[in-house]
């Protein structure tokens, strides 16, 4: 299996590291953001408060994108994963005790959970600029890939173990398990080292961000790829950002099937992520961000019709399929279209216009879901993505290099 294109990259030891640290830290991050959701839910809050969850742990990874993509052109990689972890830990541990403690409001929630995205804002570059010094070039597209899988693979399984310890041991029980998880990737990481990445940038941080930005928008492949990425992702956010108030008001059902219901998204997500290189080498970008959109639009307007769990899961899974093959067909290209002295900046830039775009998709479709209804807000949105991939008539992906 580790000769095939997909699971190639897995050879090389840093890589393999990089991964495994990757999926355990993401695990965490999906189990604190199930117990933050389902927290605020229990709690009796509408909609729009339930999605500024997904708002205020995306929205700093967007603001903080560009410097911590130029802190990680500048600094000791292993140095950045290890402090920002540490930030993470603490927070998991504080808001457990918060919570434990009857004092985790919305205002505290929110508040931690924004603290901890600072924590992800600065280990998504610095993980991903590792990945680029820790495979060829020619196995840069496949280890992105793989990269990303298991991320989906932390967005499978951690939804569902995140609902069944909130539904064991509350949100402070999730928090707990989230801290436990950033322990053991400190852990991992601590005599861990990134291969041929001696020479650092020494400059002032302003010069170095001006210059990413100077590289991307004069890239007319760059600009493409993050105006089609923050668009996807606005139009997309709603089942991300108020899936527990469908599970709670919709279908009536508690955490566990909240968590049910992520992890269906997650599954399809694993299988999308798995077949991205697959996918890549036979169509275009174009094709394949058109095809995904499609889909995960149409699951999402088949989901708000309320076909019954069963049923609801399997769109799910069509769903997060299509959802991850164009994040990982946008991390790709952007990776590939930049050089790499300016790659943890570039990736930085890229992610962060995808957070962003969950940041703001999710505050506008928490209002949506407040006003007009949960099922109506998933409609429309499922509609929107149905309509999107005109936008590449204008703005087409940029072909593979």
């Known amino acids: 299996m580790l ?3 997909t699971f190639g990259p897995l050879r090389h030891r840093s890589f393999a590291i990089v991964v495994f640290a990757s999926l355990l830290a993401n695990l965490g991050n999906t189990i604190q953001s199930v117990g933050a959701s389902w927290h605020l839910t229990e709690l009796g809050y509408p909609a729009d408060v339930v999605a500024l969850v997904q708002t205020f742990y995306n929205l700093p990874i967007m603001l903080l994108g560009l410097p911590a993509g130029a802190w990680s052109d500048m600094v000791d990689k292993r140095r950045m994963l290890l402090l ?4 993470m830990l603490a927070v998991s541990v504080l808001l ?3 919570v434990q403690a009857g004092a985790a409001g919305p205002v ?7 603290a901890l995205a600072c924590g992800v804002g600065c280990v998504i570059p610095a993980a991903a600029s590792s990945v680029n010094f820790s495979v060829p070039r020619s196995e840069l597209a496949a ?3 793989l990269n990303i899988l298991g991320f989906n693979v932390a967005r499978s399984f951690g939804p569902a173990l995140g609902g069944g310890i909130t539904s064991l041991a509350g949100a402070s029980g999730a928090f707990t398990v989230s801290a436990l998880a950033y322990a053991l990737v400190i852990a991992l990481l601590w005599r861990w080292r990134v291969p041929f990445a001696q020479n650092l940038t020494r400059r002032p941080i302003m010069p170095m961000m001006a210059e990413g930005l100077r590289f991307a928008f004069h890239s007319p492949q760059l600009r493409t ?5 923050v668009t996807f992702t606005i139009a997309g956010a709603a089942a991300w950002a108020v899936m527990p108030l469908f599970a709670a008001e919709v279908l009536e059902a508690g955490p566990a099937v909240y968590g049910l219901l992520l992890a269906a998204l997650g599954v399809g997500a694993v299988i999308g992520a798995g077949t991205a290189t697959w996918f890549r080498s036979r169509y275009s970008s174009e094709a394949i961000i058109r095809a995904a959109g ?3 639009g149409a699951g999402v307007l088949l989901v708000a019709l309320q076909p019954g769990l069963p049923a609801t899961l399997v769109l799910l899974v069509f769903a997060g399929a299509g959802w991850v093959q164009a994040l990982s067909g946008f991390a790709v290209a952007g990776q590939l279209w930049a050089t790499q002295d300016v790659v943890g900046r570039v990736s930085s830039m890229i992610s962060g216009v995808t957070f962003g775009g969950i940041a703001i998709g999710s505050w506008l479709w928490g209002h949506a879901g407040e006003s007009f ?6 409609m429309a949105s499922g509609a929107a993505m149905l309509v999107l991939p005109l936008l590449g008539l204008v703005l087409p992906m940029p072909a593979h290099r």
């Open 96 to 98: 457990a005790g918060l």
């Open 84 to 87: 920002a972890l540490a930030g």
């Open 108 to 114: 505290v929630v929110l508040g931690l959970t924004a």
């Open 373 to 378: 209804g949960i099922t109506t807000a998933f």
């Open 225 to 229: 790829i993050m105006i089609r990425a």
């Open 3 to 5: 000769n095939t294109a």
């Open 294 to 296: 499609l889909i995960y």
């Open 143 to 145: 280890a992105v890939a």
